[in-house]
């Protein structure tokens, strides 16, 4: 990230009124360790669940090359994030609307890291990220794992949620991303939060989310948020094969009203007027830029 600082401050610091109003954009990247915890269902439904707030809502599928969140909505975009950073596309033009009242940005395919970008391929991207602006929040889907990608789009974010399930190998790879985020990102200042899927109960997600909070506060000297859980619901994959998110599928599952209460819980921390799309293009492209 460091390398691509200084080939950008020039056009960030070009840009003052786009940043002023980009303050007001709050950042969310979704994360987790291993791959098929639930990320992207949690990721979607998050969305809906702002929507249904009154936000504006973007989800941004930064998983590149198995992008997957238009197929839990079922909608095959012409276009993705490719077509923006190869110019042939803007922004705007690839923003696809849902009947669930989010837009969302189709993953990019055909290229691995955002640091492989050339310089006018950056300067255009950020360019066009600055369109989302008029957005109350961009929902950022990324891969599974610990890529360099995962950790800038992480290092953006004002929150960074981690999903975990209680199963054993899901615990571990949960605090090995907590543990290589604490010891990769420099000045890491986001909401760090956790969230305990495919629970029995309450206590269940309780338990593992102490268990990985204890441990990176005690090992790397990180505060963990739990943020809460969501329930073992069956309605969960049936939604998913029907290519419909489950908040919209069953609302009154316990799947539903547990990412409704995830995304209370999150609106009622505050965030410094620092953070925003403003703050995520700097982190994501040096700090100065």
Known sequence: ???????????????????????????????????????????????????????????????????????????????????????????REILLDTEYGI????????????????????QNFITELYTLSNADIIIIDTSAGVSSNVLSFVAAADDAVIITTPEPTAITDAYGIIKIIATEVENLNIGLKLVV???????????????IINISGQFLNLKVEYLGCIYDDPVVPMSVLRQRPFLVQEPKSKAAISVQHLVSRIEKTEFSSDHGLSRMIRKLFGKDA
């Open 1 to 91: 990230m460091e390398d691509q600082a200084q080939k950008l401050r020039e056009l960030m610091k070009a840009k003052p009124q786009a940043r002023d109003s980009a303050k007001k954009t709050r950042v969310i990247t979704v994360a987790s360790g291993k791959g098929g915890v639930g990320k992207t269902n949690l990721a979607v439904n998050m969305a809906i669940a702002y929507a249904r707030l009154g936000k504006r809502v973007v989800v941004m599928d930064a998983d590149l090359g198995l992008a997957n969140v238009n197929i839990m909505v079922n909608m095959i975009p012409k276009y993705n994030l490719y077509h923006v950073i190869r110019k042939q596309k803007s922004m």
């Open 197 to 211: 899927n495919r629970v029995k109960n309450v206590t269940e997600g309780r338990k593992v989310a102490e268990r």
């Open 103 to 122: 837009q969302i940005l189709a993953g990019a395919s055909g290229f691995s890291k955002i640091a492989n970008l050339s310089e006018e391929e950056r």
